[in-house]
């Protein structure tokens, strides 16, 4: 276990990224655009946006903005443009758009104590104001939280679950196990609902 706060952080931004990304393993461009709730949430929508905020928060806010523009983010850009990827915006483009926030945002943290000041220009006056430790903290949140929609939108196409290759960090469980226990859940829900 390393004592290096910033490290420690970095990792868990790192296994946030390689989460999200898993979840486009193995699908098909409909399914990896696939809008599967009334809000339009898809996987490679949720990659966009993750890719884009990183380049706001460890670029913007701390004066290293990134080399290319997002148009998706211009003051005319429709609403939500950030969370789908339009027909000409290729899987290949939208990963390759998220390692490059990557090596940008890594360089970021690499460059700087947990302690340097930078300012989001999109939050309140109040709290503009952070620190690089209240932003990597703030990432691997914004991160973790999208790769647990991916995890409920991967499920959802495919049935495929868990926290990564290898280790999908389940119940042990068939598929017969699972039908049952979703069983058992849905009659203790309706039995609760009764009262």
Sequence with gaps: ???????????YLQAARDALL?????LSEYDVRRPLTPTGT??????????SVEFGYFGDTFGR????SLPWFEDDAEANAD?????????ERIIALYH????????????????????????PEERRQVTLHTV??????????????????????????????????????DAVWWESYRSRLERAAREAGQE
Excluded: C, F, Y
């Design 1 to 11: 276990m390393t004592q290096e706060p910033k490290v420690d952080l970095h990792r």
């Design 22 to 26: 898993w979840k486009l393993d193995g």
């Design 42 to 51: 898809n996987l490679l929508g949720l990659v966009k946006h993750v890719a």
């Design 65 to 68: 903005p990134p080399s290319e």
């Design 83 to 91: 969370m789908w990827a339009t027909p000409d915006e290729s899987r």
């Design 100 to 123: 490059r926030a990557w090596t940008h945002s890594d360089a970021t943290i690499d460059s700087l104590p947990l302690d340097a000041v930078g300012h989001v220009p999109w939050w």
């Design 136 to 173: 990597l903290v703030h990432m691997i949140a914004e991160t973790h939280r999208h790769a647990g929609h991916a995890d409920i939108i991967r499920e959802l196409i495919d049935g495929v679950v868990g926290l990564r290759a290898g280790n999908d960090n389940m119940a042990p469980g």
